[in-house]
Nanobody
Framework: TQILMEFGGRSVQAGGSLRLSCENSGLTWSSYCMAWFRHDPGKERELVAALDTDGSTSYADSVKGRFTISLNNAKNTLYLQMNSLKPEDSAMYYC????????????????WGQGTQVTVSS
């Protein structure tokens, strides 16, 4: 059973905006670190943004000031608002969760979505 499912990826022009959504069907948000990773072929999967159990957020340096992670508890949905998109933001974006505090280590995340593709053209 898929617990996390991402939506919202599509092709967009550089400078544009997208909002990705991650719907949760089985996790208690308050117990989990929720994170967005991205993977571009030929590169390692990287942590883009994370929302910790205490409500604090963290971002990769490459997206600071442009991306915002947020949570709507009522809708059971995690978001990633992406503004001022650049071609280098093109990747498959994944929602992930782990019990406890956030980490950049992929192996610590047990639950993953199937990914949603973001393509930014110049």
């Amino acid at each position: 059973t898929q617990i996390l499912m991402e939506f919202g990826g599509r092709s967009v022009q550089a400078g544009g905006s997208l909002r990705l959504s991650c719907e949760n069907s089985g996790l208690t948000w308050s117990s989990y670190c929720m994170a967005w990773f991205r993977h571009d072929p030929g590169k390692e999967r990287e942590l883009v943004a994370a929302l910790d159990t205490d409500g604090s957020t963290s971002y990769a340096d490459s997206v600071k000031g442009r991306f915002t992670i947020s949570l709507n508890n009522a809708k059971n949905t995690l978001y990633l608002q992406m503004n001022s998109l650049k071609p280098e933001d093109s990747a498959m974006y994944y929602c992930a969760a782990r019990v406890g505090y956030c980490s950049a280590s992929l192996s610590l995340y047990k639950d993953w979505g199937q990914g949603t593709q973001v393509t930014v053209s110049s």
